[in-house]
């Protein structure tokens, strides 16, 4: 079973550019979530998706993030305009079931910002 | 809401040493509670996870003991080796919320073990 993968691995971009992550989970996973770890700090929940439907975005910073989910199979998260404070690494995890048993996650985007 | 804290590290050992790396929580209801860890270059993997008070979660020599009445979940190896060099990822999932799934982590303990 191939696991859940996310890309690009790394990303460097100027400050005000668009970036945009994609994660593709297990295939079959309905729940789909977006975490996101920034300097050296917890890691904090972003947002999740039931197929293609936002569950809870609750952890999303503001509207200039904009997470999609199309088809309820791979996911993209777009930063746009990014700012300085949105260095970090984001990962992506799937799961068959809720409360947090049977997560797998990907490897994270390390997105910098300059 | 929902939190984790982990001990500051980072945290040096030699090979063979005794592991611990403190967790405690705040959470209403009664939470799910994991340990992560992350290898280098690697993603997030499960280690070992409680799902209620009292038990103990275990994987390839790591132990923790979910404790209600010390709201603590303490990661414990008896020797460790090169290889356990990672990070390590307390968190918690509150089934009794509106949470659905989502993990609270606390901020990561770096350890590196060696020779």
């Known amino acids: 079973e191939a696991g859940v993968t996310q890309f690009p691995s790394h990303s460097v971009i100027e400050k005000g550019q668009t970036v945009t992550l994609r994660c593709d989970p297990i295939?079959?996973?309905?729940?789909l979530y977006w975490y996101r770890r920034v300097m050296g700090k917890e890691i904090k929940f972003l947002l999740h998706f039931v197929k293609e439907s936002k569950q809870d975005e609750s952890g999303m910073p503001n509207n200039r993030f904009l997470a999609e989910r199309t088809g309820g199979t791979y996911s993209t998260l777009k930063v746009q305009p990014a700012e300085l404070e949105d260095s970090g690494v984001y990962f992506c995890a799937s799961s068959q079931v809720y409360r947090g048993h049977g997560y797998t996650f990907g490897s994270g985007t390390r997105l910098t910002v300059v | 809401g929902d939190s984790v804290t982990q001990m500051e590290g980072p945290v040096t050992l030699s090979e063979e040493a005794f592991l611990t790396i403190n967790c405690t929580y705040t959470?209403?209801?009664?939470?799910?509670l994991f340990w992560y860890v992350q290898y280098p270059g690697e993603g997030l993997q499960l280690l070992l996870k409680a799902t209620k008070a009292d038990d103990k979660g275990s994987n390839k020599g790591f132990e923790a003991t979910y404790r209600k009445e010390t709201t603590s979940f303490h990661l414990e190896k008896g020797s460790v080796q090169v290889s356990d060099s990672a990070v390590y990822f307390c968190a918690l999932n509150n089934a009794g919320g509106t949470s659905y799934g989502k993990l609270t982590f606390g901020q990561g303990t770096i350890l590196t073990v060696h020779p």
């Open positions: 295939s079959g996973h309905d729940n």
């Open positions: 959470a209403t209801g009664y939470p799910s």
